[in-house]
């Protein structure tokens, strides 16, 4: 089984509001992912998660704020967005972060913001 | 620093005919390669992967892809193309100091015409 698990599938939020992404896989992985996909691009890494602590941010604005309170959850929570964030929000794990180290990614989270 | 280019925005070939998809990456070092597969709307899922070893590598759903090292290249090849695979593909390599960012090119998009 391999499969990353993203919820909502679909969000719309005004530029005042608070909202979170969610993001669950019970593969046992040790790193997790959040990229960023706007329409008709490939996706862009944000964040990396190794052993439930960031370790990467590719200089991401602090209007989105990641959490991974365990080994098998991710969130991205989201606050005072603009429109241009509007985009598919993907999430991915693997065994480890590292090279040889495959990711799977989910379905992702269509987010419009208004 | 690592890099792939997809040289082709839009392909279309008709269904049963052969399909090849170029991805040319830029590295010094053997570089760790992998070619994804997105539906509209969908996540990325992993067609086949290449880290080492022999150069051509078999996928799921009939894909292979050939590793050239003297041409910089890793193009995906399918003998007989399906309907269903028509989607956007993306050519990957593995970036960054520890090898925990994945790094995507521009995308192709197959169109299967009947």
């Known amino acids: 089984d391999t499969e990353v698990t993203q919820t909502p599938k679909h969000l719309v939020m005004g530029m005042t509001n608070k909202k979170s992404l969610k993001c669950e896989q019970h593969?046992?992985?040790?790193?997790m992912y959040w990229y960023k996909q706007k329409a008709k691009k490939p996706p862009e890494l944000m964040f990396v998660y190794s052993y439930e602590k960031l370790s990467i941010n590719e200089s991401v604005p602090s209007r989105f704020s990641p959490e991974c309170p365990n080994s098998s959850l991710l969130n991205l929570h989201l606050h005072a967005l603009q429109p241009e964030d509007s985009a598919l929000y993907l999430c991915?794990?693997?065994?480890?972060?590292?090279?040889?180290?495959?990711?799977?990614f989910g379905a992702g989270t269509r987010l419009s913001v208004l | 620093a690592q890099s792939v280019t997809q040289p082709d925005i839009h392909i279309t070939v008709s269904e049963g005919a052969s399909l090849e998809l170029r991805c040319n990456y830029s590295y010094g070092a053997t570089p760790y390669l992998f070619w994804y597969v997105q539906s509209p709307g969908q996540g990325l899922q992993l067609l086949l992967k290449?880290?080492?070893?022999?150069?051509l590598v078999q996928g799921i759903k009939g894909f292979e892809a050939e590793f050239k090292r003297s041409q910089s290249s890793f193009n995906l090849r399918k003998p007989s193309v399906h309907w269903s695979d028509a989607a956007e593909y993306f050519c990957?390599?593995?970036?960054?100091?520890?090898?925990?960012?994945?790094?995507f090119g521009a995308g192709t998009i197959l169109r299967v015409k009947s």
């Open positions: 990957a390599v593995v970036k960054g100091e520890y090898g925990n960012k994945l790094v």
């Open positions: 290449y880290f080492s070893g022999d150069t």
């Open positions: 991915a794990s693997s065994l480890l972060a590292g090279k040889r180290n495959i990711q799977y």
């Open positions: 593969m046992g992985h040790r790193a």
